[in-house]
């Protein structure tokens, strides 16, 4: 099985007359088409933050931008990409008391959010201006996101794979000092029921946030769960962004791969290097991971100057 996975574009909406991030998007879809016909991918993810909060670019350019995301790295279908949402993909106004109340009803001891649909609605409706709206533009009577009020998550079983998307931003404790995310496991255990432990061999688990930033009681629930499964012979792994950072490791027993930045952003004066990843996932659920990097001495003699380069492969 080959993955695609690139994270944290940040785009805002002067993106294409910004130099600098157009030629790296450029030479990334390029990249891409070179070596559509040699690493055909099995799917591709994007795990969240498309765009730069509420200066970031339109429903409409980022469509454009999935278009051509399917069609440079090959895809037979949309429905090979997959998207999950970041904390920037929704609206960061100040929050309505719905949201508030929402938030709070969180029952910790179960995992889940009281009232049901209303409570996930509520939440929810932060991210329709741009995530949901752009999904079901993008993916129309196949929009994975649908069912979002009654799950707030999606599995997609692929043969002996079973492929869990999380929106990790449903829900931030500001003010939360011992992990700030809550993620509701419950929603995580209904699509963990939903997998014939006998014929699956691996879960794979993509998430915007890090287990880490999750409520320390959510993180401890969850990698339980998690290990759960863990116990019966299924390779888990999870992947996120976030951090734009490209690093692996593991949480309590639960092993994940964090990948960096796909354009160049400044967050607190720290200049972020572009990378994007592939893996490799063999029969007996060894990764193999590339990281590619746009590094600006690249090819020098070209204008503008930059290029990507394989800069890590284990």
């Given at each position: 099985m080959r993955i695609l996975q690139i994270s944290d574009l940040h785009l805002q909406k002067s993106y294409k007359t910004a130099e600098v991030v157009k030629k790296i998007l450029?030479?990334?879809?390029?990249?891409?088409?070179?070596?559509?016909?040699?690493?055909a991918f099995d799917f591709v993810v994007i795990t969240g933050d498309i765009r730069n909060g509420s200066n970031g670019i339109t429903v409409s350019e980022a469509n454009e931008l999935l278009e051509e995301l399917v069609m440079s790295a090959g895809l037979t279908t949309k429905r090979q990409l997959h998207i999950v949402p970041?904390?920037?993909?929704?609206?960061?106004?100040?929050e309505e008391d719905s949201v508030k109340a929402a938030r709070d009803s969180y029952d910790y001891d179960n995992g889940v959010f009281a009232d049901g649909e209303k409570t996930l609605s509520a939440l929810n409706e932060r991210f329709i201006p741009f995530f949901f709206k752009m999904c079901n533009e993008f993916y129309g009577e196949d929009d994975y996101w649908v069912?979002?009020?009654?799950?707030?998550?999606y599995l997609i079983q692929k043969d002996e794979t079973a492929l869990i998307f999380l929106n990790s931003a449903i829900s931030c404790?500001?003010?939360?000092?011992?992990g700030k995310l809550i993620l509701g496991r419950t929603y995580v255990l209904q699509l963990l029921e939903q997998i014939n432990a006998e014929s699956t061999k691996r879960i794979l688990i993509f998430a915007h946030h890090p287990i880490e930033n999750m409520r320390?009681?959510?993180?401890?629930?969850?990698?339980?769960?998690?290990?759960?499964?863990?116990d019966k012979g299924i390779s888990i792994?999870?992947?996120?962004?976030?951090?734009h950072a490209n690093t692996s490791g593991d949480v309590d027993g639960i092993p994940y791969y964090q990948a960096g930045s796909l354009c160049v952003t400044n967050r607190d004066k720290m200049v972020v290097i572009p990378e994007f990843v592939i893996y490799d996932i063999d029969d007996d659920n060894k990764i193999n991971h590339r990281v590619f990097r746009f590094l600006q001495h690249l090819n020098s003699h070209s204008l503008p100057p930059g290029g990507w380069k394989?800069?890590?492969d284990d």
């Open positions: 450029d030479r990334f879809f390029d990249i891409l088409s070179k070596n559509a016909g040699k690493e970041g904390n920037h993909d929704l609206e960061r106004k100040k069912h979002r009020n009654v799950n707030p998550h404790l500001e003010s939360e000092k011992d320390s009681r959510e993180k401890t629930a969850l990698t339980n769960l998690l290990k759960a499964y863990s792994c999870w992947f996120c962004g976030d951090v394989l800069v890590y």
